[in-house]
């Protein structure tokens, strides 16, 4: 039987001003905002401060666009990377690649570079040209082979928006679990985790609505809990009345158009959080809500194009229930 996560879905989110004191600090960081809040004084600020700095450090050893980063020298020449962190991620990268039949995909750059999401030059691309950039698109293109992440074809490139978010999460949970925080909440623009309760209350969260001003709803989570959207609405640009988003069909080259406009998955690690977003919203309404049944920490709740929201089993079952 389905392990139900301990999530409770509620109708508005009401964010009581009278909990206990907290502190509370919002940078821009991974090109949104971070906002990292710890119940306490002044005492919580260090480790507050340690999580910035660590998601400082992610931000420009992941992202793939800046020279810093050794995946911009990799995807450049090819040459191989051998930093553990970074063999790690590709690794388990890899895995859900190929876990998740290729919806996920890291080696989607040369298509997201094409329709113009590096510097929101959009256009759609001529058949002919996305036919040469899918010639490079492909996991299996990238491997790890003795320790170092390797090209197998020249072409290709890697491209971590899709994971990288959800790592630096996790990874900013870490540190502050390290420096004893046992309260906090951290939201990376809606990649979010909670560490214990915000007091006596559970962490509230609320989910943006796809197409309107305001919230789809709100969430209330128990403590380590991981929650991640994707969506049409996030990045996009329209040409003739349609769409195109940010997140591509690997196996065509186009933005996803498989019946969702917005998935949010509630989990309990950050990093397969920020995976699944992607993956799923990809893979359309029915494989989506099948993945995430046969996972037992797994929940989504999923807005299609016709507006309509649906719910994984777990959610169906009973809210809260556990
Ligand atoms: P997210 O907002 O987490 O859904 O990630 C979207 C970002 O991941 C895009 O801006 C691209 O850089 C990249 N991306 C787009 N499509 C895919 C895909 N199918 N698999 C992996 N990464 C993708
Ligand atoms: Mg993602």
Known sequence: ????????IICAVFFSGCGPKMQKETRFIMDTYVTIQAPGGKEVMPAIEAAFKRLKEINVKFNVLNPDSPF?????????????????????????????GGAFDITVKPVVELWGFYNNNHRVPKEQELKA?????????????????????????IDLGAVAKGYAVGEAVKVLKGAGIKSAL????????????????KWSIGIKHPRKEGLLGGLELDPDITV???GDYERFFEVDGVRYCHIFDPKTG???????????????DATLADVYSTALFVMGTKKALEFANTKKTLEVIIVTDKEEILYSDGLKEGLGKK
Do not use: H
């Open 72 to 100: 911009f020298e990799f995807n450049r020449t090819g040459k191989p990377i051998e930093d553990k962190e970074c063999v790690d991620l590709i690794k388990l990268s890899l895995a859900q690649c190929e876990l998740t």
């Open 133 to 157: 950039a899918m010639a490079n698109v492909g996991w299996r293109n990238i491997a790890v082979k003795n320790g170092k992440i390797v090209k197998l074809k020249p072409g290709a490139q």
């Open 254 to 268: 186009y933005p996803a158009k498989n019946g969702i406009i917005s998935i949010t998955v509630i989990t309990t």
């Open 228 to 230: 991640a959207t994707s």
């Open 186 to 201: 951290v939201d990376a623009g809606g990649d979010i985790y909670t560490i214990g309760t915000n007091g006596k209350k």
């Open 1 to 8: 039987m389905k392990k139900l996560l301990p999530v409770l």
